[in-house]
């Protein structure tokens, strides 16, 4: 089992920028794929950006392409989300998730490891 904790989340204006940092506990973390989700109020929780154990591979969902970036650093057992370019309907609860390496999905059913969540709130 990985046991995660998210932190980095709060208040910016439209433009600005959050990086959020999970750091995961569990000798498996460097086995795991991991994924950051958010879930609008009202909305399903949906995939932002997942990254394989090895860090050879990512993946971002088309309404975060090109303004955010999955990192992760192995030897201390952590994955950031480095945030720029904010938006409004950014406005979510961002959770990190992990899974197994032999499945490198985007399903949230797929994840077996969440953390609590962080708020990322964007005004306008």
């Known amino acids: 089992q990985v046991q995660l904790v998210e932190s980095g989340g709060g208040l910016v204006q439209a433009g600005g920028s959050l990086r959020l940092s999970c750091a995961a506990s569990?000798?498996?973390?460097?086995?795991?794929?991991m994924a950051w989700f958010r879930q609008a109020p009202g909305k399903d929780r949906e995939i932002v950006a997942a990254?394989?154990?090895?860090?050879?591979?990512?993946y971002y969902s088309n309404f975060v392409k090109g303004r955010f970036t999955i990192s992760r650093d192995n030897a201390k057992n952590t994955v950031s989300l480095q945030m720029h370019s904010l938006k409004p309907e950014d406005t979510a609860v961002c959770y990190c998730?992990?899974?197994?390496?032999?499945?490198?999905?985007?399903?949230?059913?797929?994840?077996?490891?969440w953390g609590q969540g962080t708020q990322v709130t964007v005004s306008s």
């Open positions: 990254i394989s154990w090895s860090g050879d591979s990512s």
């Open positions: 569990g000798r498996t973390f460097s086995l795991s794929n």
């Open positions: 998730a992990a899974g197994p390496a032999r499945l490198y999905t985007t399903r949230p059913t797929d994840y077996n490891s």
